[in-house]
Nanobody, 114 residues
Framework: QLVESGGGLAQPGESLRLSCAAS????????MNWYRQIEGNERDLVAK???????RYAEFARARFTISRDNTKNIVYLQMNNLKPEDTAVYYC??????????WGQGTQVTVSS
């Protein structure tokens, strides 16, 4: 089970940190991903971090977002800086270890508006 938190309302230029807490003992073996879904659009990958802590970012996130994980707490974070109105979306946490082991959180709303 994955539970996201940290979403909310931010003004342009502000920062938010999303957290995703995972249950179970196998967290460290999962690739952890953050996706987002802008209203009316498909769900897009924002960032991923492998069990070995390799990271990959969508182009829009590369300079402003940072994904990290704490395997001792079973939490993955998404630090989002210099937020823009176009970052407004529902952000989803995903744990992936193959097609048959693909878990999603319920999502957390991020709204960037002045």
């Amino acid at each position: 089970q994955l539970v996201e938190s940290g979403g909310g309302l931010a003004q342009p230029g502000e920062s938010l940190r999303l957290s995703c807490a995972a249950s179970g003992d196998l967290f460290k073996f999962y690739e952890m991903n953050w996706y987002r879904q802008i209203e009316g659009n498909e769900r897009d990958l924002v960032a991923k971090i492998t069990p070995g802590r390799d990271t990959r970012y969508a182009e829009f996130a590369r300079a402003r977002f940072t994904i990290s994980r704490d395997n001792t707490k079973n939490i993955v974070y998404l630090q989002m800086n210099n937020l823009k109105p176009e970052d407004t979306a529902v952000y989803y946490c995903n744990a992936y270890r193959g097609a048959n082991d693909d878990v999603w959180g319920q999502g957390t709303q991020v709204t960037v508006s002045s």
